[in-house]
């Protein structure tokens, strides 16, 4: 992942993250923005290189500098970490889509973290820093159809193995008929269990299908010997994969632990490749959702309630 991203317009560049000043804006949309790329769709690209100051200039108090000679210019600097270390990514990219409409600066807030979803170069099968930049495929449409996307799989996924049997309507609210003949799943929506059964051959379907065009098997080299783990051409690749091992866990799978809800909260997943530990610059994972109970405040609220609240109030009633 790149430091700075910028948003490319039809009318250019229209911000940067990180960047503030409207000159250096200009510079990076003379850099950045071609005529020929415009489409109707805001996309992200890192720029190559970034105009800034110099600090150690401005510290030492040097006088009546000529501007040029106090301004410098450094590339854009890469950050290296192993998406399948990072606990709940494709939890929290589904998440993103869960109650309403995926907008520019989600987008943005998502990419400042993890960078782009990899979708410039899937076609042509890469996965290099070059098309860690971005470009035109990926525009907020396209994230917010992938974001979404994964928000179906998770969903179905989490009504069809719900603790107390099939949660039919979430099922009936994400999955049709259409989905499945797209998908080649001869399942009829005729009955609960043909529900649940539909469900899960649909999410897996979804998840044979990113993983197998953009990630393999791979040999990894670290600590005098070769390891055997994953390897993949996009992060949305490495997301699925955290899918994937998700619908075949052997191990704990944890659910929201409000009332009537079956959201998964974490997981455990297998050994991931050791992709990325032994580079250069390599940023440890950001976080965990490993003491998280609740898959939101008012499934908390409501796991209260019934829990302390209204056993509380019933005692002291009892009492009276």
């Known amino acids: 992942m790149y430091e700075h991203y910028c948003v490319v317009s039809q009318g250019g560049v229209a911000s940067c993250t990180g960047v503030e000043d409207p000159d250096v804006l200009r510079e990076l949309n003379e850099q950045l923005h071609e005529p020929a790329r415009a489409q109707h ?3 992200l690209e890192a720029p190559s290189f970034v105009r800034g100051r110099s600090s150690e200039l401005d510290r030492l108090g040097i006088g ?27 939890l929290e990219f589904a998440e993103l889509a869960d109650d309403a409409d995926v907008t520019l600066d989600a987008m943005l807030d998502w990419v400042t973290l993890y960078g782009v979803l990899g979708l410039q170069g899937r076609e042509q099968g890469r996965g290099d820093l070059q098309e860690a930049r971005g470009g035109p495929k990926e525009n907020l449409r396209s994230f917010a159809s992938e974001a979404w996307k994964a928000t179906k799989v998770l969903r179905l996924y989490e009504a069809a193995t719900a603790p107390d049997g099939p949660d039919e309507l979430t099922i009936l609210n994400h999955l049709n008929t259409q989905m499945l003949i797209r998908g080649g799943i001869n399942i009829s929506l005729t009955t609960p269990l043909k529900w649940r059964d539909a469900a899960l051959a649909w999410v897996a379907h979804t998840i044979r299908d990113v993983v197998a065009s953009d990630c393999h098997p791979e040999l990894y080299e670290g600590d005098h010997r070769y390891y055997q783990g994953w390897g993949f051409r996009s992060l949305l690749g490495a997301m699925y994969l955290q899918m994937m091992w998700l619908m075949t866990a052997t191990g704990e799978v944890r659910k929201c632990k409000g009332p009537g809800c079956s959201k998964v909260i974490t997981f455990e997943q297998p050994d991931p490749s050791l992709e990325g530990l032994w580079q250069k610059g390599y940023r440890k ?18 796991w209260h309630y019934h829990n302390v609240a209204k056993p509380r109030r019933e005692s002291e009633g009892a009492r009276l």
Do not use: I, M, W
Not at 68 to 87: C, Q
Not at 285 to 302: H, L, Q, V
């Open 64 to 90: 009546e500098f000529d501007q040029l000679s106090r301004t410098f210019y450094e590339a854009n600097r890469v950050h290296v970490y192993s998406p399948l270390l990072v606990p709940g990514l494709f």
């Open 285 to 302: 994972p950001y976080k965990t959702r490993a003491d998280k109970e609740f898959c939101s405040n008012n499934c908390k609220a409501k």
């Open 41 to 43: 769709d805001d996309y």
